[in-house]
């Protein structure tokens, strides 16, 4: 069973599958705020939440829920017979990371009005896959400030998002682990006063991939099959160096995935130059 699997082919939102909860999340522009879609309920804070409609379609909610402002339009709900509490006639429904990139607020404010169906998750693994603001020394005019004024706030929000979670996980409000991207397995280092375990990352990338990875494009054009591979291998070892540190009885004792834990120099520089093309390749040029 994958989730993958059942997501593709549910025709609509009742099939998916009891044994796990898939909640899709948009953001209502009429709110601002997050609107959800479960097997099991629909809605959000500021409409409530209500048994999910049964004809309510997979494609719709996979729709909203990926909905990027600018490349697509929002993806339209009528809310007639819905149930919900004061909804307006119809819902305009994009990106569920207008509002939360990380979809982070769900497991944070459990108290503050779930619905009855929802289901507590015992373990939090989040996984922050955004690149870096990275410095820009140049001027800016009126057009690229916008843009960049634009990144700025969204780094921000999900960098406040971040602190909140990692505070939880401290306090030992939620158990969980924060992977991100741009973070060196190798240079890892527990919080408080426990010590490095020295080969927890001996089958990890080289210093150097995790900017790399973070870099590549995000503008909708398919990943090449390398390209792929590597960003899977750099979440594998990531998240075993957590593991191991943070929750060493849920760690492997030995990872078997070790395709690239002993790349030479040459190698390792020929990879490099690959994503930094990576970086630059968009849909417009293949």
Not at 23 to 28: K, M, P, R, V, Y
Not at 58 to 65: D, N, R, V
Not at 190 to 202: H, K, L, T, V
Request: charged share 20%.
């Amino acid at each position: 069973m994958t989730m993958t699997k059942h997501l593709l082919n549910a025709q609509r939102v009742a099939d998916l599958p009891d044994a796990l909860q898939v909640i899709l999340t948009s953001t209502d522009l009429s709110s601002g705020r997050a609107f959800r879609v479960s097997q099991d309920f629909v809605g959000g804070w500021e409409f409530g939440y209500t048994d999910a409609p049964p004809t309510l379609s997979m494609s719709l909610a996979l729709a909203a829920s990926t909905a990027v402002p600018f490349l697509f339009p929002p993806v339209h709900l009528r809310t007639a017979g819905l149930g919900l509490k004061d909804p307006p006639p119809e819902l305009s429904l994009v990106d569920g990371g207008v509002y939360d990139n990380l979809g982070l607020e769900w497991f944070q404010g459990w108290n503050a009005g779930r619905p009855p169906s929802a289901r507590p998750c015992d373990f939090v693994l989040a996984v922050d896959a955004s690149g870096p603001l990275r410095m820009e020394p140049r001027h800016f005019g009126w057009a690229r400030s916008l843009r960049r004024s634009q990144s700025a706030q969204y780094v921000q929000t999900r960098a406040s998002r971040v602190r909140w979670f990692v505070d939880q996980l401290l306090a030992g409000q939620l158990d969980g682990l924060l992977v991100q991207i741009d973070k060196e397995p190798s240079r890892f280092r527990p919080p408080g006063s426990a010590s490095a375990i020295a080969d927890a990352a001996d089958g990890a990338l080289p210093v150097g991939f995790a900017d790399a990875l973070a870099d590549l494009r995000t503008d909708l054009d398919r990943f090449l099959p390398e390209e792929a591979e590597l960003l899977m291998y750099h979440g594998y070892w990531s998240a075993h160096v957590r593991l191991r540190h943070l929750r060493p009885s849920l760690a492997v004792a030995a990872p078997r995935w070790r395709a690239y834990a002993d790349l030479s120099a040459e190698q390792a520089h020929r990879l490099l130059m690959e994503l930094a093309d990576g970086k630059r390749r968009s849909a417009r040029r293949r």
